[in-house]
């Protein structure tokens, strides 16, 4: 049984028989330490097993003794994009991902899909379904407005694709949205992006009610305590939701025990960031789409079909909003994929630069979202500033390689995207996370698919990339003194068996097709919020 849920912290505890691994210490081999201490809710001391005997000492005031049995304990992981309310809804709700990679039939068992749900929730005011990709299918193509109509006649239906930047409607959900038609990126077959899409998500807001969104809230908190994740930031925008869905993310992870970092996408809205109380103005403040739906801002056309994508955002109006959150003292940040979208994002973060000095830039630990094209000199800025860039390495692995959507939409270009190993030796700081529910809460899976990316060269270190998903995630949310297991440090720990074994390192095999680790526990601030009996 598996139970989700912050207990009573021990005011001390010792963990022993374990192996310890921490990403910023070199690996120590099977001389390396097999207990901790925690005490208030902070690493005290490590060391052997000799060690822990006299941390537990006898007398009532002797601490709490978890014997871990060779399990592996490593910081607790940060998933640093996240859409929580939207994860819940996948998770809870109608998820269309396993049809994705159906490639014969995945239309027709999205459309199946659509009739069973409306079937089995015929009281539902809208039918929300998320991540279809029409890439693999044969038909090429997503479902139409009147094909939904026909899986669920009458229903409002809204089936977002799996990037979350294109959307597909009923006409009775598209019907409930003043001057959709005229909107620029409606389509009469149903897809809508850009306005269109924003409006349809408007309307979807008053369709769905808070008590929906807490219970997605809440499912969203548990699955991320379930993977080991102790923290996680969470991208809201008003084209995303409501301002009124932050306090339900945020009671969602206090009653699970997570640590909750959220940050507001609009452009130099410094009085709302102070209303919020967010850590910045960033996460999906969008400077532009993406490859999949082809809304990505590119310097050339993409490889099949005309255009080159949508920008929404200018250097300008960049350096402006540096420049306000700078002064403001919070975190400014864009998502930004396409290489013309990171031109003008480089260029706005060097003029705030040329404006306030790079030292101040740099102070401020502003952050972007996703960065999958930069050009050299975009990345020199990145490192030169500080500016962390928050990725997603599971994009790579579900998207990447030669014959992957990412070729398809980019041609030879595809071996540009997701430079990690550049953005790393530039000094950009990296934090990792899922962008969840576009790839699925998977830490281990992403730290994989970082280590194995599709231009080898461009692959992290298995700790390097481990200490960019723990470490990497608190730092980019300004947060010291967590996601490494020393002494002083908050105790946010994971435990996990590790079927697959570990490396030389110490670190879990992360092989193609290697089993990876199970969670058995995680621990939040010396509390343990989640347990897998």
């Known amino acids: 049984m598996d139970a989700t849920g912050p207990a009573a912290p021990a005011a001390r505890s ?47 005031d002797a601490p709490e003794v978890v014997d871990l049995r060779g399990a592996l304990v490593t910081p607790a992981f940060v998933d640093s994009h996240v859409h929580t309310v939207r994860t819940g809804f996948a998770l809870t709700g109608l998820d269309l991902s396993a049809a994705t990679y159906a490639a014969a039939s995945g239309l027709d068992d999205v459309l199946a899909a659509v009739a069973s749900h409306a079937a089995r929730h015929p009281d539902d005011a809208v039918l929300v379904g998320q ?33 979350g930047h294109s959307s597909v409607v009923s006409p009775a959900l598209a019907s409930l949205v003043p001057g959709l038609v005229d909107l620029q990126g409606w389509s009469p077959d149903g897809r809508v992006e850009r306005d269109a899409h924003h409006a349809v998500r408007h309307t979807l807001e008053n369709l769905i009610g808070d008590t929906e969104r807490l ?8 699955a991320m305590a379930a993977v080991g994740i102790a923290g996680f930031h969470e ?43 967010v850590a910045g103005l960033a996460g999906d403040l969008v400077a532009d789409g993406a490859f999949g739906s082809r809304t990505a801002a590119l310097g050339a056309p993409y490889a099949d079909s005309p255009g080159c994508g949508h920008a929404y955002v200018s250097a300008e109006q960049v350096r402006e909003h540096v420049v306000v959150c700078t002064r403001a003292g919070i975190q400014a940040g864009f998502h930004c994929i396409g290489d013309a979208a990171l ?131 608190w730092a980019a949310a300004r947060q010291g003194r967590r996601g490494r297991l020393a002494p002083g440090w908050v105790a946010d720990l994971a435990v996990w068996e590790t ?32 347990q897998t009996a």
């Open 235 to 277: 991208n809201a925008a008003p084209h995303i939701g409501p301002e009124s869905e932050i306090a339900l993310v945020r009671r969602a992870a206090d009653e699970v025990g997570l640590a909750a970092t959220v940050y507001w996408g609009e452009l130099m809205a410094v009085e709302t960031a102070a209303r919020l109380e």
């Open 343 to 473: 031109d003008a994002v480089g260029e706005g973060f060097a003029g705030a630069a040329a404006d306030l000095g790079d030292e101040a830039v740099r102070a401020a630990r502003h952050r972007l979202e996703h960065v999958e094209m930069p050009s050299r000199a975009t990345i020199e800025v990145l490192g030169r500033l500080g500016v962390t860039a928050s990725v997603q390495p599971l994009f790579d692995g579900l998207w990447g390689g030669p014959s992957g959507m990412y070729a398809a939409r980019l041609g030879r270009r595809w071996r540009e995207t997701n430079p990690w190993h550049d953005l790393a030796a530039a000094g950009v700081p990296l934090a990792l996370g899922s962008d969840s529910p576009v790839t699925p809460l998977g830490p281990w899976a992403a730290v994989r698919a970082a280590v194995h990316h599709h231009v080898s060269h461009q692959g992290l270190s298995p700790r390097v990339a481990l200490a960019a998903h723990t470490h990497g995630g």
């Open 14 to 60: 010792v963990l022993r028989g374990a192996r310890l691994l921490d990403p910023g210490t070199p690996g120590r081999g099977e001389a390396g330490p097999t207990a901790l201490a925690v005490e208030a809710g902070r690493v005290v001391a490590w060391g052997s097993e000799d060690d822990a005997a006299g941390w537990i000492g006898t007398g009532t």
């Open 499 to 530: 079927p697959a074994g570990l490396d030389a390192d110490g670190i879990p095999v992360l092989d193609p097709g290697a089993a990876l680790p199970r969670l058995l526990r995680t621990v939040v601030a010396g509390r343990t919020v989640h």
């Open 131 to 163: 991540g279809w990709d029409e890439t693999p299918w044969r038909a090429g193509r997503p479902p139409t407005g009147d094909e939904l109509e026909r899986a669920a006649p009458g229903r409002r239906t809204y089936l977002t694709r799996v990037d």
């Open 215 to 222: 219970g997605a809230a809440r499912a969203a908190c548990r």
